[in-house]
């Protein structure tokens, strides 16, 4: 019998790339016929649960509800209002994740907490600044980032102008 699990990636039989295929059809096994599933059941090839966890812990996260961007800036510069309050200033680490208790999105109206990029999220901000609107830029400078204040004024004049138009 052949250890299936255990067999190389890169074993061929008769000009086929077996190992390829067996791997393939273990961690599809979820999208296999019936029929298909016995055939290889019964050669002793058993789905592979690595993969299978993979995909119900995707199917999980696709169950959640979907932030909207303007949730998802609230959620940041709360996160962004924190780490202010407990470090004494706003200059956050690219690498640092703030955790932040959100709903959670159950039936039960509990919270979660997940752990936000936020060095990453503000210096995504300000590369894409260009794109930020005036309340945006408003709400980040008085959260203490300074060339968020000093674009404010300008953007609102800006979005003024294409409104009167």
Do not use: C, Y
């Not at 940041?76 to 208790?101: C, D, I, M, S, W």
């Not at 300000?126 to 300074?146: P, Y």
């Not at 300008?154 to 102008?161: C, Q």
Request: charged share 30%; hydrophobic share 45%; no cysteine.
């Amino acid at each position: 019998m052949v250890d299936w699990p255990a067999l190389p990636i890169d074993t061929d039989f008769e000009g086929e790339a077996i190992g390829h295929w067996v791997r393939a059809q273990r961690g599809a096994w979820a999208q296999l016929a019936e029929e298909q599933q016995d055939l290889l059941l019964a050669l002793g090839i058993e789905e592979d649960q690595e993969p299978a966890a993979e995909a119900a812990a995707k199917a999980e996260r696709a169950a959640r509800p979907v932030r909207a961007r303007a949730d998802r800036f609230a959620q940041h510069l709360e996160a962004l209002r924190r780490f202010a309050e407990r470090e004494g200033h706003v200059r956050v680490p690219r690498a640092h994740k703030e955790p932040l208790e959100v709903p959670s999105g159950a039936e039960d109206d509990g919270v979660e907490t997940v752990l936000l990029g936020l060095g990453a999220w503000l210096s995504n901000q300000r590369n894409r600044r260009a794109k930020l609107t005036a309340q945006q830029l408003v709400a980040l400078g008085r959260a203490g980032i300074e060339w968020a204040a000093e674009l404010a004024p300008v953007r609102r004049e800006t979005e003024e102008a294409g409104a009167a138009r």
